[in-house]
């Protein structure tokens, strides 16, 4: 297959997500079709589309076995596009119709689970469990561990999407409880990308920092490990700036319409 890894675990799980969304889906097109805009639907389903490929394809094998830069890609995918791209497609009453019904009147009686979603879903929680997950799975140890450790490996993976998740949630507030006003949102953006530039920065400066890709005798493409490092910072930073630089910059605009309406408007 070329390098492929028709995992059983991410297949069932995304074929399991498509189909309660596309329930979820219908049921609100046919109350109100306005609600669920079929951009929507297409742009959850890529997201589940980008994160089973980060997980099937060549480049999981490419990442764990030869190349950091590979790894950090599908990190990326795994953490920042597919998330943002799975919260684009949950905007609206999609957020709650998603579930059935049953299971949606299980949930809410369940106080403590309520209680720790909302927490999670504070802007700085939300901040502080991206910024230690990030940190954390990128400390050497940690992330050599997770290559050697299948379960560890899984853990990493569904850590990153999870933190991904809540932070794209309070970027483009998809219920739209205004949770944040726009400048407040383009505020947070811009604190997760300098953060994540921070990050950036120290595996472009640094020597080669994982013992795992060090060692790789045969490296594609003819990189060093010193080059690949410096390539996964690189994708990292263009990476964030693409999407978390965008979305400030489009909240931004946003806020500034906002003022000058009020302003206009006394």
């Known amino acids: 297959m070329g390098g492929w890894r028709l995992d059983p675990l991410p297949l069932l799980a995304a074929a399991a997500v498509l189909v309660l969304y ?16 079929r951009s929507r639907a297409a ?12 997980l099937v394809s060549p480049l999981d094998r490419l990442g764990e076995e030869k190349l950091l830069s590979a790894h950090m890609l599908q990190h990326l995918l795994l953490g920042d596009v597919a998330p943002l791209l799975l919260v684009l497609g949950m905007r609206g009453p999609l957020a ?8 949606l009147r299980v949930l809410a009686r369940l106080r403590p689970l309520r209680s720790f979603v909302s927490f999670l879903l504070r802007p700085k929680v939300s901040f502080a469990v991206w910024a230690l997950a990030t940190g954390a799975w990128h400390v050497p140890a940690a992330y050599d561990g997770a290559i050697a450790h299948p379960a560890l490996h899984v853990a990493e993976h569904a850590s990153f999407a999870i933190v991904g998740l809540l932070v794209w949630a309070q970027i483009v507030d998809p219920t739209g409880h205004r949770r944040g006003s726009p400048g407040r949102r383009a505020l947070f953006a811009g604190t997760v990308l300098v953060t994540g530039m921070g990050l950036s920065e120290a595996l472009l400066l640094s020597a080669p920092l994982y013992p795992h890709y060090a060692h790789v005798a045969d490296r594609p493409l003819g990189f060093t490990a010193a080059e690949d490092q410096r390539r996964a910072a690189l ?5 964030q700036i693409a999407t978390l630089a965008t979305a400030a910059a489009l909240l931004l605009w946003s806020h500034a319409e ?3 309406r009020e302003f206009s408007a006394a």
């Open 235 to 239: 994708l990292m930073m263009a990476e």
């Open 43 to 54: 742009a959850f389903a890529a997201g589940v589309l980008v994160a089973v490929l980060a």
């Open 96 to 103: 709650v119709f998603v579930l059935p019904q049953q299971q």
């Open 22 to 37: 596309g329930h979820g889906f219908a049921r609100v097109r046919r109350r109100r079709r306005e609600l669920a805009p």
């Open 258 to 260: 906002r003022v000058a």
